[in-house]
């Protein structure tokens, strides 16, 4: 059984992911604007970015189901998102149900294999 300090570490962990993660897309989107193919995608980009950061907001006020909802929404647009995979496993991990954030933190490093999970074991 992992501690709270655990948690919270990986939470404080994943708030510097995603701050990196956002800096790619924006990147990716900066270098991509020019064809008309991105064009169609932006929406789609825009969306993933917005659920993302609702559902961080919800994370950090501790409104789980909430967050859980945003990260999800997520995963409707983009399924191997990464970020919302790790944070419905911190969100599953924090609810004592270990075999559903393993497989959530599994999947995020799939797509991801650089992805500190910080204390918290996969396996």
Do not use: W
Request: charged share 20%; aromatic share 4%; proline share 6%.
């Amino acid at each position: 059984m992992r501690s709270f300090v655990e948690v919270f570490i990986a939470v404080k962990i994943l708030s510097s992911i995603r701050r990196s993660l956002l800096l790619c897309l924006i990147l990716l989107l900066a270098s991509g604007l020019s064809s008309p193919a991105s064009q169609t995608k932006l929406p789609k980009v825009s969306e993933v970015r917005a659920h993302l950061q609702r559902g961080e907001s919800a994370l950090k006020a501790k409104n789980t189901d909430t967050a859980e909802a945003e990260f999800r929404a997520v995963l409707a647009l983009d399924p191997r998102n990464p970020a919302a995979q790790l944070n419905l496993g911190v969100i599953a991990f924090s609810q004592g149900d270990y075999r559903i954030a393993s497989e959530h933190l599994r999947k995020a490093l799939a797509v991801r294999p650089s992805i500190p999970v910080g204390p918290i074991q996969v396996g």
